[in-house]
């Protein structure tokens, strides 16, 4: 690839308070362009694809930049944390791993530190790294706007590739996560064309934890990215593990389920042929490693 | 489109630039400071030709704004090296001949440095890892792990 000349011209704002943002979208409407870590928005403006005329920086409005975890309201991340913050900060590591293992698995280490987690998941990407985890621990997207501040389950936010249910005017302010399940274990697991630094070809989160009102003693979550327009969750495998005892048997029959529900395309890294053979193989390792690390249910709980 | 009057402390000299908005960080370097080191590879994140710190922490300087960057901290590589003497890093890399065309030194350089400042002792698979966004068209990358290995032994970066 040949070195592209330099951005065309606009102007940047660092906006300070909320208000101003929403301000400066309603007097700017489509030429206003909204950036964080910049890591997709620089790279669409060199391409061309798009020619804003304004570029409001987000990054340094109140809170966008900070995580707050309390154990009984679980955990807020800031739209503008970036991917090193969130796969490092204790409480993420310690209460949400695999949100960490996907922010972790972005691209290169100076890549994550620019690229944010509102970033990601506000590009709508198939295979955004942080969506499929967002899913299985039931994230919830803060949207602010001229009518103020509403939230948004994750599970409603995406539209399709690049489509998103936000309206002209609003933005992203942070994501919630509600408190893990008791002995939880979650895993998020990735395949790329290569070890390290790439795009997901296919992922899969899995979260599983004791449940005494299950039939099988347990539940678990799953969430596929990169395998259709939007990430995932299989219903028909999580019915299925609640329903029989944990074990190679069962988890082999969810993974053939999960496989079934992809509906993946042919691109430039991987064909839907692949694409759909490796959902079985991930779900079935991320269950097999989930189950090796949930806790026994209680006879108590 | 708007000026911006910023204050940035480059390799530890503080500058006033004036920056036009669509002024990527790596531009300034290079046209308004004269430090040609950081290298314009790809344009887009890929390659990281252009990786500096700010504020300590690697960033592709391509993919950064010089107006985002009023009152950060920004090394380069020609900040490593301190009272001429070459860093624990730069200096292995001469020994090992970590180096062909050049083009991506500058770049490894620094996410090199940025790697052991916060894992003083990695493994191999934890070097390649934090050199994943530093392409290397000649070498290879088996003599850059060793310089960066050998520097790690050394001790002191």
């Known amino acids: 690839m040949l070195a592209r000349p330099g951005l065309v011209s606009f102007d940047y704002v660092r906006a300070r308070t909320p208000g101003e943002v929403v301000q400066l979208l309603a007097e700017h409407g489509a030429d206003a362009r909204l950036m964080m870590g910049g890591t997709d928005l620089l790279v669409r403006i060199r391409d061309g694809a798009v020619r804003p005329r304004l570029v409001v920086d987000l990054k340094h409005l109140p809170g966008m930049r900070d995580i707050l975890y309390q154990q009984q309201a679980g955990l807020t991340v800031g739209a503008a944390v970036t991917m090193n913050q969130l796969a490092r900060h204790p409480a993420v590591v310690a209460h949400y791993p695999l949100l960490a293992q996907a922010a972790n698995s972005v691209a290169s280490y100076p890549l994550r530190n620019r690229a944010t987690i509102g970033g990601n998941l506000c590009n709508a990407s198939p295979c955004a790294d942080t969506a499929p985890p967002s899913y299985v621990l039931a994230g919830r997207i803060v949207v602010h706007g001229s009518a103020g501040e509403q939230e948004v389950a994750i599970a409603d936010f995406f539209r399709g590739p690049g489509q998103t249910v936000l309206q002209p005017g609003q933005f992203v302010t942070a994501i919630r996560f509600p408190p893990s399940p008791a002995a939880a274990s979650g895993r998020y697991l990735k395949l790329g064309r290569n070890k390290a630094g790439d795009l997901a070809i296919v992922s899969v989160a899995v979260l599983g934890f004791p449940d005494a009102s299950a039939p099988s003693g347990y539940r678990f979550r799953i969430a596929l990215g990169a395998v259709a327009p939007v990430v995932l969750r299989v219903p028909a495998a999580e019915e299925w593990l609640a329903h029989h005892p944990p074990g190679a048997e069962t988890f082999a029959r969810a993974a053939d389920l999960a496989a079934a529900a992809a509906s993946p395309i042919d691109d430039v890294r991987a064909s839907a042929d692949y694409r759909r053979a490796m959902v079985r193989t991930l779900t079935r390792r991320g269950l097999n490693a989930v189950a090796d690390t949930i806790a026994a249910p209680t006879g108590s709980a | ?157």
């Not at chain 2, 790596?26 to 990281?48: F, S, W």
């Not at chain 2, 960033?59 to 020609?78: K, R």
């Not at chain 2, 090992?96 to 698979?125: K, W, Y």
Request: aromatic share 2%.
């Open chain 2, 1 to 157: 489109m708007a000026n911006h009057a910023i204050t940035v402390t480059v390799n530890g000299v503080k500058e006033r630039v004036d920056v036009p908005s669509n002024m990527t960080l790596l531009e300034m370097l290079r046209q308004r400071l004269a430090l040609t080191g950081a290298k314009n590879g790809c344009g887009a994140g890929e390659c990281g030709a252009c990786t500096v710190l700010l504020d300590g922490e690697p960033v592709n300087a391509c993919m950064v704004l010089a107006a985002e960057v009023d009152g950060a901290a920004v090394v380069t590589v020609e900040g490593l090296a301190q009272d001429g003497q070459l860093s624990a890093v730069q200096q292995a890399f001469v020994e090992e001949g970590g180096v062909q065309c050049g083009f991506c030194t500058p770049g490894m350089l620094i996410s090199a440095h940025a790697l052991l400042q916060r894992n003083p002792r990695p493994t191999e698979d934890e070097i390649r890892e934090a050199l994943v966004g530093n392409l290397c068209r000649c070498t290879g990358y088996t003599r850059i792990v060793r310089a960066v290995q050998k520097a790690a032994q050394g001790g002191v970066e």
